[in-house]
């Protein structure tokens, strides 16, 4: 057992002074006031700082962080066509494991503690998946592998190695969930690409698999306006209403984006109890539109949040989603009061958790040991009075000071902790040169 001393601890949803959370294992046994730690357990002081929980980020695609900056400034269309399909045929495993450290590393610098890799570079199997669990061990973030079901004869001009037929996706989901059923910063869970990628039949097998191991169902739904037509082409109504005609809007469902939603939709999702990932970074990157999040909110949506893939954002920070997430919502209702501070915090944390079934997102007693410790002294927290609001408002990535998952500090001071730098730039270097000179617009 060991008890973590900090000027200020977040715990039942407020703000502690003097506590220490004593931690045993991976797990928080207790948070106690810092003169009432139990006789022979070590303190550990922490400093003057805030122990918040970790961030949890629920919707990544960890390969895409070695396309940041080819893809930056085009229509998304080009972004696809240009970018993402072909060069993503040309990373084999270690390339893809490259990728998933490179992007890991970056999450646990940020203050992410819980990630969520939306993965589909199958190749008909599950060894490159593999090679992103290893890239998560490595780094000591907790990993959600979102196993994406993506149909081979799916109308879209999509590389050959994401497609599969559902049955084969849905056995090698299962097989992956048993491979790693007993480590414990390991979850894996089914994820239908997204209705031009995945059929209703293929989402039915999907949400099937999930409710059968407890765990929730990644779905792309209503990112951008051309997304919404071809659906309306193909099936002749709009993405939610399709969901809801085939019985397919359920509790399971973690719809990501779903930005171009319209208020009969919010009320067929909030009926359904159904929940929404809020991309706010990289649906502003792409052009894709801002989301309705206090509409969806006031309807008792479960929300949380994610940076979807590096070369979409191009950022792994929630804290920076919480910050936009917020700004957009003012913005778009012109209403200053639209979405808080608080309220931004607790859809990167508890919220986040919730959404994936995970005992995270929180400081109590049985939840696992995943802490954020931000520096009071740090600028970007000052005043101190105000320090709360401006974790969300104003705080910079100096701030964060030590990173822990699982009762192991991850980083320090913006490094990850377990990771040779140098070493992952190389690797970095040795991946990406092959596209030097691909991207001439990019030049500032
Ligand atoms: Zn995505």
Known sequence: MLAIRGAHVFTDGRFAEERAVVVDGDRI????????????????DWGDVAIVPGSVNCHGHAFQNLFKGFADDLPFERWRDEVLYPFSIGLDRDAIYTGAAFAFAEAVAAGVTTIVDFFYLHDEGNDTALAVVQAARDVGIRLVLARTFYDRDAPTNAPARYRESPEDARDRF????????????LSVQPAPHSLHAASPETIRIALEAARSVGVPCHLHLAEAAYEVEQVRERYGTTPVRLLHREGLLTRELLAVHAVWLDDEELDLVAAAGAAVVHCPGANAFLGDGIARL???????????????????????????????????????LTDGAALDAPTAFRLGTAAGADLLRLPVGSIESGRKADLVALDLEDLSLQPRATFERQIVNSMQPTAIAKVMVAGEVVAERGRPTRLDRADLSERIRHVTSRWKGRRQLGRV
């Open 294 to 332: 206090p509409e969806m909110l006031r309807r008792g949506i479960r929300v949380g949040l994610g940076p979807d893939g590096g070369c979409a954002n191009n950022r792994q920070s929630i804290f920076e989603e919480m910050r936009l997430a917020s700004l957009f919502a003012k913005a778009r």
């Open 29 to 44: 046994a207790s948070v106690v006031p810092a003169g009432e730690v139990p006789a022979g357990t070590a303190v550990e």
């Open 174 to 185: 299962f097989a992956l969930a048993e491979q790693l059923r007993d480590d414990p910063l």
